[in-house]
């Protein structure tokens, strides 16, 4: 199992940006899909999480900015930021609760994509 993480680059405090993140391989189902970030000097946060059947959870400092969503049929989550600020320059990492065909539950991390936020 493989997570493909995409969408980062730069942009302008006020600005918006839409992260994606794919997973792929032999997958049975995935449970909760996740947003993490850690900016640098910092511990990693959580910024979001959805469950599969669609309940969304929000750190505070995003929460009313930013919407976690997902294709279950595409085993794809997507993170939509909007109003942008400085402070939400990080890494931003994607995490699933995987059960790969034939094996147990797992958690599996993408790659991480960088989100630089310009005041």
């Known amino acids: 199992v493989q997570l493909q993480a995409s969408g980062g680059g730069l942009v302008q405090a006020g600005g918006s940006l839409s992260l994606s993140c794919a997973a792929s391989?032999?997958?049975?189902?995935?449970?909760?899909m996740r947003w993490y970030r850690q900016a640098p000097g910092k511990q990693r946060e959580l910024v979001a999480t959805i469950t599969s059947g669609g309940s969304t959870n929000y750190a505070g400092s995003v929460k009313g900015r930013f919407t976690i969503s997902r294709d279950n049929a595409k085993n794809t989550v997507y993170l939509q930021m909007n109003s942008l600020k400085p402070e939400d320059t990080a890494v931003y990492h994607c995490?699933?609760?995987?059960?790969?065909?034939?094996?147990?539950?797992?958690?599996?991390w993408g790659q991480g994509t960088l989100v630089t936020v310009s005041s």
């Open positions: 391989g032999s997958i049975f189902s995935i449970n909760a």
């Open positions: 995490y699933a609760d995987v059960l790969a065909t034939g094996r147990r539950w797992d958690v599996y």
